[in-house]
Structure formats: structure tokens, C-alpha cells
């Protein structure tokens, strides 16, 4: 073996001969399984192989960590990283050679899984943001930071998935709540530095290839869209900044860019939903300086800051948004809001009372992105 164990030996016949209850991943052979022994019920991770012995890492397991790994709950490397863990080498023969008892830190990192990475490829993250900075390891990384990623991935992909439905009823097509599409089961958090991974709801976690239905076609143009604003992020030269993106996706960038100070310097986004799942976009600082200046030439001339009262009529519940009628300045509005302010306008709604909004009103389209909002 290219490594060797320092930690506590154990008598092999304790641990048993590891035959597979059942094979969760072959490749040349089971390379992770669960099995009975007499320690219990255990998972069993091939770490190496040197042509003549396979060196298992086996932690204690459950149906419920079972359950987790193949739902896509659970990493690889979460399901292993038990308290204590056995290692067992065994020859090609299937019969045990020594074994050890001790922790994943007694493992080199490269003979571990990867961070993250899920039992099947279709179990990635559908979509997941990684802050990078000094200092942000495991216990150390401010609530701002947590916070920032949280909803710069939720707002995000609701500013696309909002330019993807008005698409739709401008195409004639049928409307379709898009809160699905923004507000994802969270997946897990990983400190390297911080990122944040969120998967499909119950459902949708097959393979996107094949699917033809309405939502598979809505992920693929929001995927589309938002990889269209990372590349044009990231490859803008200063020269073609005239050529700006839709203010739509300028928004859904400015939520993902790093901040120009404090701990975050880097953003990198990755996930299923892109072509090449496993290659990150890279957003830095210069990123976000791109973004910023588009976005406020951008803003310039097509959106002005607005205070208008009124009535809120056809109150969407799934979608965060309303029509606001009657109002004092002769017109109808659609308004869009976010969660927080959901009680109080739906409440407004409820008892046919006024309310001022506030935010940025689109030139073109009258429609609000409502930023603070009060009851008469």
C-alpha cells in the first residue's frame, strides 16, 4: 500500500470477510457497499488498491444513512465520517488480511472521496455556490457570509426564472409557478471555503437527460440564460461593455459577484444544471466591478426609483407577486416582492386595504421590484 496505518490493530475475525449485503457502486468490482460483520452493520469505501490487496474504509452505518447516500442527501464522505472506522485489508480472494481500528484523519486526502461528491452522478448538486476566502474553514465562517450565499443562489435564479416566465406569456405559453425553480431543497454545506449545494425537489432528481416535460424544458432555458450572464461575466473585455446583458440577468449577476471588500473574494458556481457539471465559473472582483458599471448604465435608462400607492388585486401566492390598482399615479403595476413581505401585503390584500410600495419601476413595462412596502 502507498500508505501506512499508524493507529490500532484489531483481529480481523472481529471484523469478518465483508461480503456485500448490497453494492451501491461497481467499477471493476464493488467499491462501495454495505455489509453485515459481526461489528454490525457497516460501509464499506474501496480507498486503494495496489494489484494485490484492497484496503476498505468500513463505518458503522443504518438504514437511515443508507437512505440519505441514495437519495443524495448525504455525500460519500459525509455516510463514512463516522466517530471511529474500521480498515480492512483483503486479497482478491475475498479474505482479510489485517485490519485496523481509527478515523478518517488517519486516511491521506487523496485516498478519500471528494467533498461533496454524491453516490451517483445524477445525485450532484442541481446547483451550488462555493465562497472563497481567508479564513473561512469549518467554524469560522461569519453569518454575513452564510447569509450572502444563501440568497445570492435563491435570488438569483429567481430574477432568470422570472425573465424565463415573462418569456413565456409574451410566447403565448402556459404559466407555471416558478418559486420551484429558485427556492431548491438545500443539499448540504461544505467548508472549502464555504459553499452552499441545493438539489431538485422530490421528483425531479432523475437524470435531466430524456426529460421533455414542461419543468425540464423551464430548467434548460433558466440554464441557458444564467450561463449565458456567467460566461459574459467572466469573459467581458472592457471594450464591449456597450453590449450589455438584459437588466434581468445583470441583476441575477449582481447577486452572485463577490463584494469588492471584505472576506469573499471569489464566487464559484457550479452544478448539474450546466453542461460541463464538474467546471466551475469563476466570478472575482474585476467580475464585479463589470457587473456593477453595466448594471448602473443599464439602470439609467430603463428603470427609475418609485413610490406609488394602491390596491393590491390578483394576489399570486406562489410566485410573490400582485397587481397593484387604483393607484395614485393613474397605473396598473405588477409587483414583485420578496418572502419577508409576504404577511403584510397579503394581509393588505386580504382586507381590501392601501398600500405603498417602493423600488425600482421598469421604464418599459411599469413593473416594480418592490424594495420596502406599508399599509395605509
Not at 429567481?158 to 431543497?185: C, E, H, M, W
Not at 466570478?283 to 406609488?308: C, F, M, N, Y
Amino acid at each position: 500500500m502507498d500508505w501506512e496505518l499508524n493507529t490500532n490493530p484489531v483481529d480481523v475475525v472481529d471484523v469478518g470477510n465483508l461480503v456485500p449485503s448490497e453494492v451501491l457502486y461497481e467499477f471493476d468490482g464493488p467499491r462501495i457497499f454495505s455489509a453485515q460483520s459481526p461489528l454490525g452493520d457497516l460501509l464499506c469505501f474501496l480507498a486503494d488498491d495496489d494489484g494485490a490487496v484492497l484496503r476498505f474504509i468500513a463505518a458503522p452505518t443504518n438504514p437511515d444513512i443508507l437512505a440519505k447516500l441514495k437519495d443524495g442527501i448525504r455525500s460519500v464522505r459525509d455516510a463514512i465520517d463516522q466517530p471511529w472506522v474500521w480498515f480492512v485489508d483483503l486479497g482478491y480472494d475475498g479474505q482479510p488480511r489485517a485490519a485496523w481500528r481509527g478515523t478518517l484523519s488517519d486516511v491521506p486526502a487523496d485516498a478519500l472521496p471528494e467533498k461533496g461528491v454524491m453516490l451517483w452522478p445524477h445525485l450532484e448538486p442541481f446547483f451550488a455556490l462555493r465562497a472563497i476566502g481567508d479564513g473561512l474553514s469549518e467554524g469560522q465562517v461569519p453569518m454575513s457570509v452564510v447569509r450572502q450565499v444563501i440568497e445570492g443562489a435563491t435570488t438569483a435564479l429567481k430574477k432568470v426564472a422570472n425573465a424565463v416566465f415573462d418569456d413565456a406569456k409574451l410566447s403565448g405559453r402556459k404559466a407555471k409557478t416558478i418559486r420551484q425553480f429558485y427556492d431548491l431543497p438545500t443539499l448540504g454545506f461544505a467548508y472549502n471555503s464555504f459553499e452552499a449545494a441545493f438539489r431538485l425537489p422530490e421528483g425531479q432528481q432523475a437524470p435531466l437527460t430524456g426529460m421533455v416535460d414542461e419543468t425540464a424544458t423551464a430548467l434548460g432555458e433558466i440554464a441557458q440564460k444564467l450561463e449565458q450572464a456567467l460566461n459574459w461575466a467572466i469573459e467581458i473585455s472592457p471594450d464591449e461593455m456597450v453590449d450589455a446583458l438584459p437588466i434581468e440577468l445583470l441583476e441575477a449577476l449582481e447577486k452572485l459577484v463577490p463584494p469588492k471588500s471584505g472576506l469573499v473574494k471569489c464566487i464559484e458556481v457550479r452544478g448539474r444544471m450546466f453542461p460541463n457539471a464538474g467546471v466551475p465559473y469563476r466570478l472575482t472582483r474585476d467580475a464585479s466591478t463589470r457587473v456593477r458599471q453595466a448594471l448602473r448604465e443599464v439602470r439609467a435608462s430603463q428603470e427609475t426609483i418609485t413610490t406609488v400607492s394602491g390596491l393590491v388585486r390578483e394576489f399570486d401566492k406562489d410566485n410573490f407577486s400582485f397587481t397593484l390598482r387604483e393607484t395614485d399615479d393613474g397605473k396598473d403595476h405588477l409587483c414583485r416582492f420578496p418572502s419577508e413581505f409576504y404577511d403584510e401585503l397579503y394581509e393588505a390584500f386580504d382586507r381590501d386595504e392601501r398600500v405603498t410600495v417602493g423600488g425600482r419601476e421598469a421604464l418599459k413595462t411599469g413593473e416594480i421590484d418592490v424594495s420596502l412596502a406599508s399599509r395605509k
